[in-house]
């Protein structure tokens, strides 16, 4: 009988050790993953996003009044990425912020099946910055000019 309460005292702290051990696993994993969320820098590497070519062309083209602004940097994501649109936004905007720049304006509206999202930020003098967000579905385009 003896033995019987020693296997079992030892079985219990072999399952409870187990049961810690899988805790602290899904500690370990959550803890990045909640990171990467608020803090897009660190789960993208720099430039991973960016488009180039006809197609950044052709959605700077979109941009109601995309004369005005230069240096353009096009950014997409797809998928479970484009979930992440507010903390992707908020990167850019506390990026803005670093520099000087503040919101000025924002307004949104709504092109077929899309939501065009229209950001720009000023030093209160002649530097401005554009953000312009596209959102359509599981996809989702950010783009990033400078005033002229």
Same mark, same amino acid.
């Given at each position: 009988m003896r033995k019987l309460k020693t296997f079992t005292l030892a079985l219990l702290l072999v399952i409870a050790g187990g049961t810690a051990s899988a805790q602290l696993l899904a500690e370990v994993a959550l803890a990045p993953a909640i990171a990467s969320q608020l803090f897009p820098p660190v789960s993208w590497p720099s430039g991973s996003l960016r488009a180039v070519g006809d197609g950044a062309d052709a959605l700077?083209? @979109?941009?109601?009044?995309?004369?005005a602004w230069q240096g353009w940097e096009v950014y997409t994501a #797809? %998928? /479970?990425a484009a979930t992440l649109e507010p903390a992707l936004v908020y990167g850019v905007e506390r990026d803005l912020l670093m520099q %000087? /720049?503040? @919101?000025?304006? #924002?307004s949104e509206t709504t092109v077929g099946n899309e939501r065009h999202t229209r950001v720009v930020f000023s030093d209160g003098g002649a530097q401005r910055a554009l953000l312009f967000v596209i959102r359509s579905g599981q996809e989702l385009v950010w783009m990033i000019a400078r005033g002229r």
């Open positions: 700077v083209a @979109r941009v109601p009044d995309q004369a #797809t %998928g /479970l %000087g /720049l503040f @919101r000025a304006e #924002t």
